[in-house]
């Protein structure tokens, strides 16, 4: 059932003002993006309003989340540039179609689930490439540099870039530079306010006052046109299904993946639990229905879905309303559209692939094994330099054998010793009493990707757990990058509603995993303890400092 249906069950007026007030914020901060995504993709900035306003509304109306935000994004401008690149407009609007009876076939099997088997190198991988390419697809109209069509492959693109540098313009480089450091400086300093509208507004009123100083929205596009979108229903060639079929399993695919970790996020930002069938279902729907109005793909927007969270959103009413606002500013603001600078697009979609790169995640990265380096680096060079499917392909496989590798080697055989059954008797909890302010959960077998997600029962009904958390890695064998990001994120969780969590007993894999990661830094040193024994006595110190 949509989150929605169950929302207006106990929907009141109070409920409508929050959401009000955060649909009108975030529909305010959709609208450079979508225009901005629209354009650096290969299509008319009105396709990115379109496909926001549309896909926003059934993604709230028919998802799983309460807080997600659904509109174009910017990991799909690689793959939509070149889908249009190949197949034309006509041949994107079947691809979008297909990718959404794809999504839809996936929420209906139950395969929402099944995007937990990504692990985390490869996420961070094609989505660091993701951002790369989207940054240099925005360097041309930062710099307004003479180039009359950029080609789609990564390496070609920043050689012609290099090559033209000369022709640069000192008043686009002006209105980006000043665009961009005002998003920064706002981000740093007042980061409820949304720098991108800032920017749009600013840059706006200074081209209509400067008019034909710098390349606009009107001098490219001709502006935005005023009106409700049309449906029209695209044309189909069936001959070009059997081709169009891998770039729409990759469109479905990212759009699976994209929305679901944005829900994810909600689910940790908002308290909330999401579907994720359903809102693969919903992701379907909208992208059937996005190309019947001229719009491009669609799928879960982090940040917007982070905004409309931090705004007060209470359910999915607001989503419904960001598309409603962004349908009355395109009705009554439409021929203001023409004099918005591309410098400034450029500016907000460099800021976008600077946000949505996750560079923070890098260096926890070095610290494990070199296998999960090695997957996220052959992810993320595959993504910049061949193609996103390809990318996910084969570290998907690296991802497997990996896999196989860690249970094997983890695997061990040993004969049962005097000494190995005194050294196991410190690690028994039956003669050792759980005290009322602790409680224990353990872990058996590996925690690798796949198996991550499970590590959520701990909190799923974290008001009822006592002031220490003590998590056994006696019984885990193994453990990975996304089983580790898994612990950290149950340890942050129980942080925030002032529960400590302490973990003990990792055998040699586990432990060397947590020393090679830093994870001490995190958790701190005291609270990773050799045992349960240990463990009890860290809880009684812990126990009796709150209590003082």
């Known amino acids: 059932m949509p989150a929605s249906?169950?929302?207006?069950?106990?929907?009141?007026?109070?409920?409508?003002?929050?959401?009000?007030?955060s649909g009108i914020t975030v529909g305010l901060v959709a609208l450079p993006l979508a225009m901005a995504f629209a354009i650096a993709s290969g299509l008319t900035p009105e396709a990115g309003i379109y496909c926001a306003i549309v896909t926003g509304f059934?993604?709230?109306a028919f998802g799983g989340s309460r807080f997600q935000i659904g509109g174009p994004t910017g990991a799909f401008v690689v793959v939509v540039a070149g889908i249009i690149q190949a197949y034309g407009v006509e041949g994107l609007f079947m691809c979008t179609m297909m990718a959404g009876i794809l999504l839809v076939i996936m929420g209906l099997t139950g395969m929402g689930t099944a995007v937990k088997y990504l692990p985390r190198p490869v996420v961070i991988g094609f989505t660091n490439g993701i951002a790369v390419l989207i940054a240099s697809t925005q360097i041309r109209d930062f710099f307004g540099l003479q180039i009359a069509s950029m080609p789609s492959e990564f390496a070609a693109r920043i050689a012609l870039l290099a090559r033209n540098f000369g022709t640069l313009s000192m008043t686009a480089t002006l209105f980006g530079?000043?665009?961009?450091?005002?998003m920064i400086v706002l981000?740093?300093?007042?980061?409820?306010?949304?720098?991108?509208?800032?920017?749009?507004v600013g840059g706006t009123m200074t081209a209509m006052i400067f008019s034909g100083t710098v390349d606009t929205v009107g001098a490219r596009f001709g502006g935005i046109p005023s009106g409700l979108p049309h449906l029209q229903l695209p044309a189909f060639h069936a001959h070009l299904i059997p081709t169009l079929l891998r770039p729409a399993i990759t469109v479905a695919l990212l759009g699976a993946i994209e929305s679901l970790l944005s829900a994810v996020v909600a689910d940790r930002m908002g308290g909330?639990?999401?579907n994720p069938n359903t809102e693969l279902v919903a992701q379907g729907i909208a992208n059937i229905a996005s190309p019947l109005f001229g719009g491009l793909p669609a799928t879960g927007a982090i940040a917007r879905t982070a905004t409309n969270i931090r705004a007060g959103a209470k359910t999915p009413v607001s989503g419904m309303l960001h598309a409603v606002t962004l349908l009355v500013v395109l009705l009554a603001a439409a021929p203001l559209a023409r004099f918005i600078p591309m410098p400034v697009l450029a500016a907000i979609l460099l800021m976008v692939s600077w946000n949505m790169g996750e560079w923070h995640e890098i260096p926890k990265l070095l610290r494990l094994t070199k296998t999960?380096?090695?997957?996220?680096?052959?992810t993320f060079g595959l993504t910049v330099f061949a193609d996103l499917t390809l990318a996910v392909e084969v570290g998907m496989i690296l991802a497997a054998l990996t896999f196989i590798r860690r249970v094997a080697v983890t695997t061990n055989i040993a004969r049962v010793t005097p000494d190995f059954i005194e050294q196991g008797r410190i690690h028994i909890l039956h003669d050792k009493p759980i005290p009322p302010y602790a409680t224990v959960f353990k872990i058996h077998g590996p925690l690798l990707f796949g198996a991550a997600d499970k590590l959520s029962a701990i909190t799923e009904h974290?008001?009822?757990?006592?002031?220490?958390v003590i998590l056994r890695l006696r019984y885990m064998t193994a453990i990975d990058g996304t089983g580790l990001r898994a612990i950290e994120d149950v340890s942050d969780r129980l942080r925030a509603t002032g529960r400590t969590l302490l973990l003990c007993g990792a055998r040699d894999q586990p432990a060397a995993v947590l020393a090679q990661a830093h994870f001490h830094e995190h958790m701190g040193d005291r609270n990773?303890?050799?045992n349960i024994d240990a463990a009890l006595h860290r809880a009684a110190e812990v126990h009796a400092a709150q209590a003082a």
Not at 177 to 182: H, S
Not at 187 to 200: D, F, K, S
Not at 372 to 378: H, N, Q, T, Y
Request: include cysteine; charge should be positive; charged fraction near 20%.
């Open 372 to 378: 999960d380096i090695g997957v996220w680096a052959v």
């Open 177 to 182: 530079a000043i665009a961009l450091a005002g």
């Open 58 to 60: 059934l993604i709230s």
């Open 272 to 274: 909330d639990r999401h």
């Open 528 to 530: 990773i303890c050799a």
């Open 5 to 21: 249906v169950r929302a207006l069950r106990h929907y009141s007026w109070s409920l409508f003002a929050s959401d009000l007030a």
């Open 187 to 200: 981000r740093r300093v007042a980061p409820r306010v949304p720098g991108a509208i800032v920017a749009l």
């Open 462 to 468: 974290v008001d009822a757990l006592p002031d220490i």
